[in-house]
């Protein structure tokens, strides 16, 4: 067991356990780091949808039968922020929940990829930026990742979803990790 002894401004001595302590203090903190990323990933999904809808319903003007459907959409969901953060309330335009469920397990491994990468090398993880490409109906995603070594920003192809989106960025910065890995062997 080892002990390290921290003079306090008092003159004090406050004696801390080492074993283990720091080791568990991490894995408390990155688990509430982990919930908090989760739930900010949630609500700027969210986000980037009511954009998309507000900017539809800006340009239908009137109500089409794609107004109604918006707005029939949003007295349906969730409208409280608890909610949305702590449900699997996505304001999914008609598709069911299962089907979206399905698809985004599908795509989660691009995003849990880079994940996981960046735990192996004890980075932070990624920050994700998503917005909606008003004109096309698409959402546009960008990835940064920060560490002591280096600090990338790059984006993601348009998709349909603001998740897909956050996957293609994250496959980008896969590809470009791999390549800066290769020239560093080199």
């Known amino acids: 067991m080892q002990n390290i002894e921290m003079s306090e401004e ?14 568990d203090s991490l894995k408390s903190i990155q688990k509430i780091r982990d919930e908090i990323l989760r739930k900010e990933s949630i609500l700027q999904e969210r986000s980037a949808q009511c954009d998309m809808d507000i900017q539809t319903l800006l340009s239908e003007g009137k109500m089409t039968p794609k107004a109604v459907s918006i707005i029939s959409k949003y007295k349906e969901t969730c409208s409280n922020m608890t909610e949305v953060t702590n449900s699997s309330c996505f304001g999914d335009g008609g598709q069911s929940i299962t089907n979206k469920k399905k698809l985004r397990e599908a795509l989660l491994r691009q995003c ?6 960046c735990r192996g090398a004890h980075w932070i ?3 994700y930026t998503v917005l909606p490409s008003v004109s096309d109906g698409m959402y546009h995603a960008s990835v940064r990742l920060r560490c002591l070594d280096f600090d990338m920003s790059l984006t993601g192809g348009l998709r349909p979803t603001p998740y897909e989106a956050k996957c293609s960025a994250a496959a980008n910065m896969i590809l470009e990790l791999h390549k800066k890995a290769e020239e560093q062997e080199e």
């Open 125 to 127: 993880l990624p920050r």
């Open 10 to 23: 008092s003159g004090a001595t406050s004696k801390y356990n080492d074993d283990g302590q720091i080791d």
């Open 112 to 117: 849990k990829e880079l994940d996981l990468i």
